[in-house]
């Protein structure tokens, strides 16, 4: 898990406050979908907004982010802060119920949307896979034909960040880079100095602040806590 040292602020890899970071800025979550999907997304229409008080401190609910971009594609989007077992299959089967449940009892196929289902990992997956950003989707095994764009999951690892130094990046990766270092930063004077690179960032930092100030976020954190696994 990423070392956060000893910063002032509530600690944007908890699954509440990633919420709330994206959902109450939603200039936030419409920038970091740009940069993980490298296109325009419009204004994501968030589908789940909130966090109801009783769901706060049930540990069993996730705290994903659904949301509809402008083309109608869906994206499935959370922080996990440790890797467990069956992580994979059941965000697997968040992404396939999300396409599925689009449509009503008669509706046809041809209406279905792409749904992407992205995750931020805290810590490393699996060993062998230590890229920063990792995107698997439905391919010919031979060919490596991409037979759909309609399911793709995303999977970004904070232990994989990788340096100015070792990548030649696009407006799109160099923004998911910057994502990266906000949830890994362990000093306040890093995310100082991401805040003076990009006027997203000094959003993302000061609103962080302000959920750190919220004595209601902080009860919502305090329940989660205290409620066995």
């Known amino acids: 898990m990423v070392d956060?040292?000893?910063?002032?602020?509530?600690d944007p890899t908890l699954d509440v406050v990633f919420k709330l970071l994206l959902t109450r800025k939603p200039v936030l979550l419409r920038d970091m979908l740009q940069g993980i999907?490298?296109?325009?997304v419009g204004e994501p229409a968030i589908l789940?907004?909130?966090?109801p008080g009783e769901l706060a401190g049930d540990k069993q609910i996730v705290l994903d982010i659904r949301a509809m971009l402008a083309d109608r594609s869906r994206v499935d989007l959370?922080?996990?802060?440790?890797?467990?077992?069956?992580?994979?299959?059941r965000f697997i089967y968040?992404?396939?119920?999300?396409?599925?449940?689009?449509l009503r009892r008669g509706e046809k196929y041809h209406l279905l949307t792409p749904t992407i289902g992205i995750i931020w990992l805290a810590e490393p997956m699996v060993p062998a896979l230590d890229r920063f950003h990792s995107v698997f989707e439905l391919r010919e095994r031979h060919t490596n034909r991409r037979l759909t764009d309609h399911l793709a999951i995303?999977?970004?690892q904070?232990?994989?960040i990788p340096s100015e130094d070792e990548t030649d990046e696009d407006e799109d990766a160099t923004r998911v880079r910057r994502w990266?270092?906000?949830?890994a930063a362990r000093d306040e004077a890093e995310l100082d100095r991401l805040a003076q690179e990009d006027p997203i960032m000094e959003i993302a930092k000061n609103t962080l602040e302000q959920l750190s100030l919220d004595p209601s976020v902080r009860r919502q954190l305090l329940e989660r806590e205290r409620t066995p696994r």
């Open 37 to 40: 999907l490298a296109r325009p």
């Open 48 to 51: 789940n907004p909130g966090i």
């Open 154 to 156: 995303h999977l970004i």
């Open 4 to 10: 956060r040292g000893p910063l002032p602020y509530l």
């Open 180 to 183: 990266a270092r906000f949830f």
């Open 158 to 160: 904070l232990s994989a």
């Open 78 to 89: 959370e922080m996990q802060r440790c890797t467990v077992p069956a992580l994979i299959a």
């Open 94 to 102: 968040y992404v396939a119920r999300d396409y599925s449940n689009q």
